[in-house]
């Protein structure tokens, strides 16, 4: 079956860390994106891509980073520059030329800070 | 900007009665899409309903539709016959099509509905 898969579901950081958030997908969709969510602030975007080798900036991007080498994998980089990085992170793809499909979600991971 | 309010943070229904979440929003554009998801205690986002600006007709999906009222740029979501299986946080989205590189859709900050049985 086609679908986002996000891994892992569980992620501890230590204070200076970078971590590595996975993302992919075999739905054959041009768009990625990464949203954080924190409680009572909905979903907030931190990057997107739509086409490989190039990805714009979110609302959030400071204290990230992603690649965009093959169009099924969309890997998000939490460095140590994220001041507060304890929330759950979302990823989602999208065809593009039309908006009436919205997003395919991942399960999320939850990255907390020890 | 376009924008996205959920005026209710929370809400709460008896089982198999109805309810309904508000969603307005903000937007100079004429054509977009509007949308409900449901994100249950799994965290897994769910594609509820969607609606197309241009077309008057309220979407319908089984036990849910919605009250779109473009020139007010209101967006509720009703549910019917309420489950438990329906407690869950609820999102309202808008998308615009892809007229320039910036295609996003943007999120409200969600209502919590509780379902009492």
Redesign the interface.
Known sequence: DGGITQSPKYLFRKEGQNVTLSCEQNLNHD?M?W?RQDP????R?IY?S?IVNDF?K?DIAEGYSVSREKKESFPLTVTSAQKNPTA?Y?C?S?R?????Y??T?G??TRLTVV | AQTVTQSQPEMSVQEAETVTLSCTYDTSESDYYLFWYKQPPSRQMILVIRQEAYKQQNATENRFSVNFQKAAKSFSLKISDSQLGDAAMYFCAYRIPLKTSYDKVIFGPGTSLSVIP
């Open positions: 768009a994106y949203y009572g602030q909905g979903l975007l997107y739509q714009q979110g759950f979302l989602a999208s593009l030329g039309t908006g009436i919205g997003y979600f399960s999320g």
